[in-house]
């Protein structure tokens, strides 16, 4: 029922998904790359996994920078317009089917905008993130704050989280956070800010 909504919801944007986020003043494709590249500044001979691609908004910058790039869409439609950018490879893929079809310690970083809000597996998630990442690795993601529940005109079909939740997804051995800031992501139809947790976290050797 979740990812039938998904397609159904995205596929529909897919060919004027540009035009959409400018009018709703989606930001978080753009200031979540910046903060991973403070972290990890990365250019050729690195690997980048987007989950959730989309488009490829979040993609453009480490493309342009010389990153290979792959991702993971759960949308045909939304791939059918990222195959206009020079991916390395697209993955047609539900998320929440593991193991993740890439490889083990394949990536220097991954980065996930705008996507945690569709998912019921967020645990197994990270784990497998944590796969996929070679050590010392970076992640940038983030996660829908609670208080934009009444923005969200689809509240019911999405998952918010406090700090402490997503927190909670870090807390093992196997991840480092460097920081878990709250920012606008983009605004509702009805004029209210629909706020996220924006978290750079890295992967221990």
């Not at 993971?72 to 079809?101: G, H, I, K, Y």
């Not at 019921?120 to 970076?138: D, F, K, S």
């Amino acid at each position: 029922m979740r990812e039938a909504f998904i397609r159904e919801l995205f596929g529909a944007l897919a060919s004027d998904y540009t035009r959409v986020t400018a009018d709703c003043r989606y930001v978080l494709w753009q200031h979540l790359p910046a903060e991973l590249m403070a972290v990890c500044p990365m250019g050729p001979g690195q690997t980048l996994l987007d989950l959730g691609c989309g488009t490829g908004l979040c993609s453009r910058p480490f493309l342009a920078a010389g990153v290979e790039v792959h991702g993971q869409d759960l949308v045909p439609e939304m791939l059918d317009q990222a195959r206009a950018l020079p991916f390395s490879s697209l993955q047609c893929a539900s998320l929440e089917t593991f193991p993740l079809p890439w490889p083990t310690a394949g990536f220097d970083a991954v980065i996930m905008s705008g996507v945690t809000e569709f998912l019921l597996q967020h645990e197994a998630l990270v784990a497998e993130i944590r796969r996929v990442l070679r050590p010392g690795g970076w992640l940038a993601v983030t996660f829908p704050d609670l208080s934009s529940r009444d923005a969200l005109e689809q509240a019911a079909e999405v998952r918010l989280f406090d700090r402490a939740g997503v927190l909670s997804l870090f807390a093992s051995a196997d991840w480092s956070v460097a920081s878990c800031d709250l920012v606008e992501g983009w605004v509702s139809q009805s004029g209210h800010p629909v706020n996220y947790h924006r978290v750079l976290a890295q992967a221990t050797s």
